[in-house]
């Protein structure tokens, strides 16, 4: 089987891990802290919180800006369901947007006319790393008083107009699960420019303390506490950070090898009767997935590829249409047309050309034999 996604990982990471094994320092610690100042250092901003995944980064991101009973926030129904629960975890209600049809992000002028009152937030979704119109997204934020909380999990190492995504903005949150582009084996973060935000957040990531248990240890007191405000043991351990640390190192190759694959799948699919390639700006995406648009019995598509020994996904199914948001539904043509065509391809940094050119001529296959 060709999986859809896998995470590389080796040596270096195992080394790293034996180096907080020695310590017998396993929680959150100094290789969280260095963890952070790498993000930091490479995204561009002043403030990085590492947390322990990227579902903790939006609950805690939201939570931070009070989101709470009787807000309401804007966010596109086509992302994974971990956008959603953090939003009804705080009590508060998602308001389902479109998505742009040929590149499935947030569709800005579907989202503003769903704004209210009781809107307190929108969340942008950068899918498959494809950087949204921050400039647009920003300006409707400022101009109706609404916070930007970035859902970045696929786009770590993105930029737009030449800025990392992450490095502007209220509030960007980011996923390290096993399949993304950096991995802490689970992680997250979430990053702001704003000093009080940041301190908001590191407090509240660790159950409301003021000071944790790595500083204390350094210092006299070391069994001195004191809660602030409401919180969540949300924090990253110094394990999960020490993969991410040697991520790093090989991170630009992952993204290189990766932006490769998409310019091959795209060159050879892009005058291939029956698919719909997405928009997409090479250059400033650090591709997380690959996504098509089969126009024509998708899910056929689906079974024909793994019996082939291909594993395809759907990323993703609307929220709108779960059940346990069935409360929250609205008509929302566009995105439930595209989600019945949409359709991801294996991308990961281990893939072989061998195996990218057996995806490619199943794909073909399966459209000749449809047109039959």
């Known amino acids: 089987m060709i999986p859809l996604a896998r995470p590389t990982i080796g040596r270096e990471e195992l080394r790293n891990i034996e180096k907080v094994f020695k310590t017998h320092w396993l929680g959150m610690g100094s290789f969280v802290y260095d963890f952070e100042k790498k993000v930091e250092a490479y995204i561009g901003v002043k403030h990085a919180i590492a947390v322990n995944t990227g579902t903790t980064a939006i609950h805690l991101a939201l939570a931070?800006?009070?989101?709470?009973?009787?807000?309401?926030?804007?966010?596109?129904?086509?992302?994974?369901?971990?956008?959603?629960?953090?939003?009804?975890?705080?009590?508060?209600?998602?308001?389902?947007?479109?998505?742009?049809?040929?590149?499935?992000?947030?569709?800005?002028?579907?989202?503003?006319?769903?704004?209210?009152?009781?809107?307190?937030?929108?969340?942008?979704?950068?899918?498959?790393?494809?950087?949204?119109?921050?400039?647009?997204?920003?300006?409707?934020?400022?101009?109706?008083?609404?916070?930007?909380v970035e859902d970045a999990a696929h786009a770590f190492g993105s930029s737009y107009?030449?800025?990392?995504?992450?490095?502007?903005?209220?509030?960007?949150?980011?996923?390290?699960?096993?399949?993304?582009?950096?991995?802490?084996?689970?992680?997250?973060?979430?990053?702001?420019?704003?000093?009080?935000?940041?301190?908001?957040?590191?407090?509240k990531r660790l159950l409301g303390i003021s000071k944790d248990t790595w500083t204390r240890y350094k210092h006299k007191r070391s069994w001195f506490y004191e809660v602030s405000i409401e919180g969540y043991r949300y924090h990253m351990s110094n394990i999960n950070a020490a993969i991410g640390l040697a991520q790093f190192k090989k991170f630009e190759n992952f993204i290189r090898k990766k932006k490769k694959m998409v310019r091959q799948y795209d060159d050879f699919f892009k005058d291939m009767e029956g698919i719909e390639l997405l928009t997409r700006d090479y250059e400033a995406t650090a591709p997380f997935n690959y996504t098509i648009k089969i126009k024509k019995h998708r899910d056929k598509f689906i079974h024909y590829m793994e019996k082939r020994g291909i594993a395809v996904g759907v990323q993703y199914i609307p929220n709108h249409l779960q059940p346990f948001f069935k409360k929250y539904r609205q008509s929302l043509p566009v995105t439930e047309k595209v989600w019945k065509e949409i359709v991801s391809l294996p991308l990961h940094y281990d893939m072989k050309a061998e195996e990218v050119q057996t995806v490619q001529r199943s794909v073909e296959e399966f459209l000749k034999k449809d047109e039959k």
Do not use: W
């Open 64 to 148: 931070s800006i009070n989101i709470g009973p009787g807000d309401e926030v804007v966010v596109p129904s086509l992302t994974f369901v971990a956008t959603i629960q953090p939003i009804i975890n705080l009590g508060a209600k998602p308001v389902f947007c479109e998505v742009e049809p040929d590149t499935l992000k947030i569709d800005m002028d579907d989202a503003a006319k769903r704004i209210t009152k009781r809107t307190k937030a929108i969340i942008p979704v950068h899918y498959g790393g494809m950087a949204c119109d921050m400039d647009e997204v920003l300006s409707i934020g400022r101009a109706r008083g609404i916070a930007v």
């Open 161 to 203: 107009k030449e800025r990392k995504i992450g490095s502007f903005g209220d509030l960007t949150c980011f996923s390290f699960d096993p399949i993304k582009n950096l991995t802490c084996g689970e992680g997250g973060a979430v990053t702001t420019n704003d000093a009080r935000t940041a301190e908001i957040l590191r407090r």
